[in-house]
């Protein structure tokens, strides 16, 4: 299928997923959210890949949100289609099975800073600001925000950004732990393609057991959380990268993880 808001790039195992509307911010209207669909799909499917890189066209926006001349006109009943749309992209990313990079310059507000929580790494530039400015419009966060910003940051900095719709710089941003590392901008592709090498180097199945036994224990009881890890960390005995990655150590040599 031929994306007319997204530029899909591969370079070997990681694949760069890319909103390509920079006059707009990036802003996700419906045609990039159904286009967003089909590339996690795509890139879940797709065995070669390992590692996503998500990513806003321009300087100035990783993306600015959903888009709002949509979103005015849209009745009760789409509101909610478009919300379960977003929702549903938004678990598609974090479930995804692969660790997903994204790469935030500029603005990551509403829709943006939504996505980038269902990242599983979030690599800003200094320049970055982030918010969930839906209160401004006379709405709430839709795509998932006031859940993954409870969860990732805490109820006091969750009900504070929702609330007050402020944007907040890189550095707050980490210091809130919602993004992982901030970067001068023209260090930004460097981070991001250094964390994506050294993620697609690494045994696909580990780091699905790994996404999968974090994220499902982060929404399950303790005891349910370590029973399911001990299934993933069994199934990786399963495979032929266990043998290689244990026997690279034992002779003191760099394995090669054939993602058997
Ligand atoms: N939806 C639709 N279009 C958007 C958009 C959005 N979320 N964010 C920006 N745009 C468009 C603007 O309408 C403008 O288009 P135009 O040139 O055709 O008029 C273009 O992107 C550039 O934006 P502009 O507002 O001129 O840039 P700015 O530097 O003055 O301001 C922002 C940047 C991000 C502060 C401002 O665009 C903004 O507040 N955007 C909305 C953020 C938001 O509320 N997001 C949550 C939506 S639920």
């Given at each position: 299928m031929a994306f007319r808001n997204l530029t899909i790039a591969d370079n070997r195992?990681?694949?760069?997923?890319?909103?390509?509307?920079?006059?707009?911010?990036?802003?996700l209207n419906r045609e990039t959210l159904n286009e967003l669909h089909v590339a996690f799909d795509q890139a879940r499917h797709d065995d070669a890949i390992r590692v996503v890189i998500m990513a806003g066209s321009g300087e100035k926006a990783f993306i600015a949100g959903a888009d709002i001349a949509e979103l005015a006109s849209l009745t009760t009943q789409q509101a909610q289609m478009f919300s379960a749309t977003g929702q549903a992209l938004m678990t598609k990313i974090e479930r995804l099975g692969k660790p997903v990079i994204a790469r935030i310059?500029?603005?990551a507000l509403g829709g943006g800073m939504e996505l980038a929580m269902s990242c599983h790494f979030r690599l800003a530039s200094e320049n970055a600001r982030l918010g969930q400015p839906e209160i401004n419009l006379g709405v709430i966060p839709g795509f998932g925000g006031t859940q993954r910003l409870l969860r990732l940051a805490g109820r006091g900095p969750a009900l504070e950004l929702c609330l007050t719709g402020a944007q907040i710089d890189a550095r707050r941003a980490l210091a809130l732990g919602i993004v992982n590392h901030v970067v001068p901008p023209e260090q930004l592709d460097q981070e991001?393609?250094?964390?994506?090498?050294?993620?697609?180097?690494?045994?696909?199945?580990?780091?699905?057991?790994?996404?999968?036994?974090?994220?499902?224990?982060?929404?399950?009881g303790i005891d349910a959380g370590l029973?399911?890890?001990?299934?993933?960390?069994?199934?990786?005995?399963?495979?032929?990268?266990?043998?290689?990655?244990?026997s690279a150590f034992l002779e003191r040599r760099k394995p090669s993880f054939s993602g058997n």
């Open positions: 195992a990681i694949r760069r997923i890319e909103i390509n509307r920079p006059d707009k911010l990036n802003a310059q500029g603005y991001v393609d250094d964390l994506a090498v050294r993620l697609a180097a690494c045994a696909p199945h580990a780091l699905s057991g790994i996404l999968d036994s974090v994220l499902v224990g982060g929404e399950c029973e399911f890890e001990t299934k993933a960390f069994a199934l990786c005995f399963s495979t032929q990268d266990m043998r290689e990655g244990t």
